[in-house]
């Protein structure tokens, strides 16, 4: 009787337990750090007066077993004005941007080493300038935006632990200077940013 039992109550526990550990919701986490070049593009002030920006970046992300997760990225990237326009940048220098990504990610898994992920999300940004004339003075400006991209992986163990990377992203930039003249008004507003990141991924 008590053989019977304690087989019954095996049977059942592994059951539960095991039924238990298929329906779990195994989420992978990862951080990662990277460097960074962004070059921003078009007819604005931040491609037409300053040099590319060059900096690095923190992040990580969330991805569950069906391939999609959300990720946050914290890049910090300095720059300098273009010689020559120093007048027209206005009394200030040492531009230096604070970039904040949140975004929706896609895994695609192409084999044992190799994997493709998509990313689209909101931007944040702040960009700083010293005041040429004024000791530790600064001047601050917010804007917002969003941002599309991808990122190539590549696995350097066999457990998929560590990978590198090389990310390729668009970030659209949206300010809130004001200015009468709705040409300036949307010269010192609106720029896009295409940068290229190389980086190293550790999972968890």
């Known amino acids: 009787m008590m053989r019977i039992t304690f087989l019954l109550f095996f049977g059942i526990s592994t059951l539960i337990f095991g039924q238990q550990k298929t329906n779990k919701l195994d989420v992978v986490s990862n951080i990662e750090t990277k460097m960074i070049v962004m070059k921003p593009i078009g007819n604005n002030h931040l491609a037409k007066l300053l040099m590319p920006f060059y900096g690095f970046g923190f992040g990580g992300n969330l991805m569950t077993p069906i391939n999609f997760g959300i990720g946050l990225d914290y890049n910090l990237l300095f720059s300098n004005v273009k010689y ?9 220098g040492s531009p230096t941007i604070t970039n904040i990504d949140l975004y929706l990610t896609h895994r695609e898994i192409i084999s044992e080493d190799f994997s493709i992920e ?85 999972n968890f």
């Open 84 to 92: 020559g326009e120093q007048n027209r940048y206005g009394n200030i």
């Open 118 to 202: 998509e990313m689209a999300g909101f931007s944040y940004y702040r960009q700083t300038n010293l005041l040429v004339d004024a000791e530790n003075q600064k001047l601050k400006e917010n804007a917002t935006g969003f941002n599309l991209g991808g990122k190539a992986l590549y696995a350097l163990d066999r457990e998929g632990y560590q990978q590198v990377f090389v990310a390729a992203k668009v970030n659209v930039y949206f300010g809130n200077v004001y200015n009468e003249n709705p040409e300036t008004k949307k010269f010192y507003n609106r720029s896009t940013f295409l940068s290229l990141g190389l980086g190293y991924r550790y």
